[in-house]
């Protein structure tokens, strides 16, 4: 059976929750072979067994930290010509586009990005045009290169030898133009990653300042969810743009997305459209964000959230 | 220092965009068009570095006929010229074709940097930037929310989920742009003017020696198989806080098991 070859998206030594998803879909077009790039792989290992990896491809060096993508793009195109998978999928993270981008030129495969569910024959679901249009696209020439959307796929993790080969390559030079000399974490408390997270709690316009995203993170805490941003929010300096959800942000696909004072125009829409479980609350019945709702509550946010908070903690107490 | 910046035009997102139903590409005609936003923040960032640095700006642009207008605005921010890649060959184009014609009018210009947006409206791969670095073999400094280049050293901060990285290369380089980066410029009236008279060069596939059947729907490496209309989400409920909306939401997420 031939290989599936799955980047494994991972923080040092922990692995982030979509690998487990994209080696759940890997497993039906072939054997899922993980790959670790950088440190952390003897940690991760035992996390990669029980995802389902049938093998894992580590590649240590630190050439994979210090440089901007290339290298990783380097990695597994030496993978695809040595094992000559089915198939490569990534996360559609804005690193894994990039790493799939340029996977795809070195290899002439085509490239499938924001993919929300994979088919017969890997074709893969595209959600387009603020989510008003569904697309079966498939890859035609080379090797299918699909970066899957995090949250699309349900991890069904069946455990796996996770048998580990080390692999050895010599980054170019060319691969290391781009150097990391530096990172800056800003605080988002203990919060799950805005695009992992199986709950996501956004501001809009109505929050009206920024210290009221106070009210906004105190709601995800209780509910164990990320905080996310309309663009109107961002763009008045209320919370960091990297919150952005939305066409010129982020595009997140949760259990259950909870929009406050969000008014639901397009490009919002754009970014949360295929979320599981919509809830709104907003003061405006008129809202077309209303449109999108499993469950709406017409009414100011500064009374209807505290009071959903407590009623939360309440319930978590009993 | 002589910068190009991609730019993209893109349907507008508040008009309604649609498939053609003969090839399921996208019906340029249905929709207004304009410069991809995120590109307005690529060529305000390249006029701002030439106007500390020295140097042009050349809008590179690939699309058919129409996207002129485009064209037309980029100048009128203060863009020097522009060369437009236009031929019946490149419709339904995917990014790596795309890619490809691109970095063949670059190595035909020249440059010390290209910038782009770090995604298009209409298609969202954000690959391009990627694409190009790795086609070329320079530095590869995407998702920038700000830029300093010193004589040949460019240094940028890379936005990331966790904050950003700061990432240090040498020119010639890549940059993609996010919008946080700047606050781009309205044409002026006396830019407006200025444009009409600012060289664009056409270019077809010939001119640039790159074979029609490697373009376009045919050259592309992936295919749409089929399009629909997603259905409608099924109506939900609504109600109007009478000072229990908070315990309502509440019972709604208990009973769906969110908590
Ligand atoms: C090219 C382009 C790209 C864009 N990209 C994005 C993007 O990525 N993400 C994005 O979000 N937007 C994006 N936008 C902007 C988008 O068009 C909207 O302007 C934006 O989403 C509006 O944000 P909002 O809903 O928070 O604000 P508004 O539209 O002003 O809505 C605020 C809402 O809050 C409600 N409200 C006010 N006070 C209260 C209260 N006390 N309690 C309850 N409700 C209250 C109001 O009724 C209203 O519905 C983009 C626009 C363009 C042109
Ligand atoms: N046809 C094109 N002509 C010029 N630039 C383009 C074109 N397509 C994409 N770009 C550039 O690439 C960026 C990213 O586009 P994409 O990868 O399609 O999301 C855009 O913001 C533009 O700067």
Same mark, same amino acid.
């Given at each position: 059976?031939?290989?599936?070859?799955?980047?494994?998206?991972?923080?040092?030594?922990?692995?982030?929750?979509?690998?487990?998803?994209?080696?759940?879909?890997?497993?039906?077009?072939?054997?899922?072979?993980?790959?670790?790039?950088?440190?952390?792989?003897?940690?991760?290992?035992?996390?990669?067994?029980?995802?389902?990896?049938?093998?894992?491809?580590v590649a240590a060096g630190a050439d994979f930290d210090d440089y901007v993508v290339a290298p990783k793009a380097e990695l597994l195109a030496e993978l695809? &010509?040595?094992?000559?998978? #089915?198939?490569?999928?990534?996360? +559609?993270? /804005?690193? =894994?586009?990039? !790493?799939? %981008?340029?996977? @795809?030129?070195?290899?002439?495969?085509?490239?499938?990005?924001?993919?929300?569910?994979?088919?017969?024959?890997?074709?893969?679901?595209?959600?387009?045009?603020?989510?008003?249009?569904?697309?079966?696209?498939?890859?035609?020439?080379?090797?299918?290169?699909?970066?899957?959307?995090?949250?699309?796929?349900?991890?069904?993790?069946?455990?796996?030898?996770?048998?580990?080969?080390?692999?050895?390559?010599?980054?170019?030079?060319?691969?290391?133009?781009?150097?990391?000399?530096?990172?800056?974490?800003?605080?988002?408390?203990?919060?799950?990653?805005?695009?992992?997270?199986?709950?996501?709690?956004?501001?809009?316009?109505?929050?009206? &300042?920024?210290?009221?995203? #106070?009210?906004?993170?105190?709601? +995800?805490? /209780?509910? =164990?969810?990320? !905080?996310? %941003?309309?663009? @109107?929010?961002?763009?008045?300096?209320?919370?960091?743009?990297?919150?952005?959800?939305?066409?010129?942000?982020?595009?997140?696909?949760?259990?259950?997305?909870?929009?406050?004072?969000?008014?639901?125009?397009?490009?919002?829409?754009?970014?949360?459209?295929?979320?599981?479980?919509?809830?709104?609350?907003?003061?405006?019945?008129?809202?077309?964000?209303?449109?999108?709702?499993?469950?709406?509550?017409?009414?100011?946010?500064?009374?209807?959230?505290?009071?959903?908070?407590?009623?939360?903690?309440?319930?978590?107490?009993? | 220092?002589?910068?190009?910046v991609c730019v993209k035009q893109v349907p507008d997102t508040w008009s309604e965009r649609k498939l053609s139903d003969s090839d399921s590409t996208l019906?340029?005609?249905?929709?207004?068009?304009?410069?991809?936003?995120?590109?307005?923040?690529?060529?305000?960032?390249?006029?701002?570095?030439?106007?500390?640095?020295?140097?042009?700006?050349?809008?590179?642009?690939?699309?058919?006929?129409?996207?002129?207008?485009?064209?037309?605005?980029?100048?009128?921010?203060?863009?020097?010229?522009?060369?437009?890649?236009?031929?019946?060959?490149?419709?339904?184009?995917?990014?790596?074709?795309?890619?490809?014609?691109?970095?063949?009018?670059?190595?035909?210009?020249?440059?010390?940097?290209?910038?782009?947006?770090?995604?298009?409206?209409?298609?969202?791969?954000?690959?391009?930037?990627?694409?190009?670095?790795?086609?070329?073999?320079?530095?590869?400094?995407?998702?920038?929310?700000?830029?300093?280049?010193?004589?040949?050293?460019?240094?940028?901060?890379?936005?990331?989920?966790?904050?950003?990285?700061?990432?240090?290369?040498?020119?010639?380089?890549?940059?993609?742009?996010?919008?946080?980066?700047?606050?781009?410029?309205?044409?002026?009236?006396?830019?407006?003017?200025?444009?009409?008279?600012?060289?664009?060069?056409?270019?077809?596939?010939?001119?640039?020696?790159?074979?029609?059947?490697?373009?376009?729907?045919?050259?592309?490496?992936?295919?749409?198989?089929?399009?629909?209309?997603?259905?409608?989400?099924?109506?939900?409920?609504?109600?109007?806080?009478?000072?229990?909306?908070?315990?309502?939401?509440?019972?709604?997420?208990?009973?769906?098991?969110?908590?």
């Open positions: 059976m031939a290989e599936i070859l799955v980047l494994v998206e991972h923080a040092g030594e922990t692995v982030k929750k979509v690998t487990g998803e994209l080696l759940t879909a890997a497993r039906r077009y072939g054997e899922p072979a993980a790959v670790w790039a950088g440190a952390g792989a003897e940690a991760g290992h035992a996390r990669l067994a029980e995802l389902g990896a049938a093998k894992v491809y695809v &010509a040595q094992k000559s998978p #089915a198939a490569v999928l990534v996360a +559609a993270t /804005a690193e =894994g586009r990039e !790493v799939a %981008a340029r996977l @795809a030129v070195k290899t002439g495969s085509g490239i499938l990005t924001d993919v929300t569910a994979l088919g017969d024959e890997l074709t893969g679901e595209q959600s387009i045009f603020g989510g008003a249009i569904t697309v079966q696209s498939r890859v035609s020439s080379g090797t299918p290169i699909i970066a899957v959307r995090p949250n699309a796929i349900t991890p069904e993790p069946v455990p796996g030898e996770a048998v580990t080969e080390e692999v050895t390559i010599t980054v170019s030079d060319a691969a290391k133009g781009a150097r990391i000399t530096g990172r800056v974490e800003q605080e988002r408390g203990e919060r799950p990653e805005l695009t992992e997270a199986s709950i996501v709690v956004s501001g809009g316009r109505g929050v009206g &300042a920024a210290e009221n995203f #106070a009210l906004i993170e105190k709601l +995800a805490d /209780a509910l =164990g969810a990320a !905080v996310g %941003a309309s663009r @109107a929010a961002t763009d008045a300096g209320w919370y960091p743009h990297q919150f952005q959800v939305g066409q010129t942000g982020k595009t997140v696909s949760p259990q259950l997305y909870l929009a406050c004072g969000i008014s639901g125009a397009i490009q919002h829409r754009a970014g949360m459209q295929t979320s599981k479980t919509i809830m709104v609350v907003n003061k405006d019945p008129e809202a077309p964000i209303f449109e999108l709702a499993d469950f709406g509550v017409v009414g100011d946010l500064f009374k209807v959230v505290p009071q959903l908070i407590e009623e939360i903690e309440k319930r978590a107490q009993s | 220092m002589n910068i190009v019906d340029r005609e249905a929709a207004d068009a304009l410069i991809n936003e995120l590109d307005e923040y690529a060529i305000e960032e390249g006029l701002r570095l030439t106007e500390a640095n020295g140097g042009e700006v050349t809008i590179l642009t690939v699309g058919p006929e129409k996207a002129t207008e485009s064209i037309r605005k980029a100048l009128s921010m203060g863009a020097d010229k522009a060369v437009h890649v236009t031929d019946p060959g490149l419709h339904g184009s995917d990014a790596l074709v795309t890619s490809e014609v691109i970095a063949k009018v670059l190595g035909r210009i020249g440059f010390d940097l290209v910038i782009l947006g770090s995604e298009s409206t209409d298609a969202r791969m954000g690959v391009l930037a990627a694409m190009l670095a790795e086609r070329l073999g320079i530095p590869q400094l995407s998702y920038a929310s700000k830029v300093e280049v010193d004589g040949t050293s460019i240094t940028i901060n890379r936005q990331a989920d966790y904050g950003y990285d700061t990432v240090a290369g040498s020119l010639p380089a890549v940059v993609s742009v996010v919008e946080k980066i700047n606050e781009p410029r309205y044409p002026s009236f006396k830019g407006i003017m200025a444009a009409k008279k600012k060289p664009v060069e056409t270019l077809s596939l010939a001119d640039l020696e790159l074979d029609a059947a490697a373009a376009g729907l045919a050259g592309s490496a992936t295919e749409v198989a089929s399009f629909a209309a997603r259905p409608p989400r099924q109506a939900g409920t609504v109600v109007t806080d009478e000072g229990d909306g908070g315990s309502k939401a509440a019972e709604f997420l208990a009973a769906r098991k969110f908590i």
